[in-house]
């Protein structure tokens, strides 16, 4: 590690210091390295290290600190390094990088209480032609600072997304906003349009007339 702070200086100009606070050591530890370092020159095998902390480092950063030990391992092993996921998760813990776990978005679909509008579309997510069939759905996405909620609309003819808009509240007004930026999309002539959601993912009630256009 301490190989790794001081090429930090050498090659970008990173002071030790800097580096020092972001990896959690203490520079009296480092000076100690580097005044040993004058008197015994290091060992092939604490060469190696260095350099396996700084691959890994690297690998760990370019993932945007969210890979483990096995992933990390596989990216080594692609480079050319013959190392287990043992010796990787060791460093790792030495260079205290924890990989965080990516969270998937969460579909809000689920059955809800209000009854349903006729169902027009049959489970036949296709179209024939632009603006006859648009599909919408509201995704919870947890953030560092709470939960945000999406709403998109999408023409199934095209697969193109129409219009999206983004909360902190998952509610009809969300929807809404969400189809109103399809409509402006498309001009603000949509007679004769779909829109089908699946039941409780838009917060609302849509009512839709024979000709199939809806309304909330």
Known sequence: ???????????HGIDHTISCRA????????????NRIGQDAPTARQRRRADLD???TRSFEASGSTYGSPRITRDL???GWRVSENTV?????????AGRVRRKPRSLTRQGKRPAAPDLVRRKFTAP??????????????TDEGKLYLATVEDLFSRRLLGYAM???HDAALTCA?????????????????????????QGTFARSADGSGSP
Not at 89 to 97: D, I, K, P, T, V
């Open 129 to 142: 032609a632009a603006d006859v069939l648009w599909c919408g759905d509201v995704t919870q996405i947890d």
């Open 1 to 11: 590690m301490a190989a790794f702070i001081s090429s930090q200086k050498t090659e």
């Open 23 to 34: 990896l959690g050591v203490s520079q009296s530890w480092y000076y100690k390295w580097k």
């Open 54 to 56: 700084e691959e890994i």
């Open 167 to 169: 909360s902190e509240h």
């Open 77 to 79: 092993h692609e480079a």
């Open 178 to 202: 969400s189809l109103q930026m399809a409509v402006a999309t498309r001009g603000g002539d949509v007679d004769g349009v779909i829109f089908h959601s699946d039941r409780d993912s838009s």
């Open 89 to 97: 998760a060791a460093r790792m813990a030495e260079l205290r990088l």
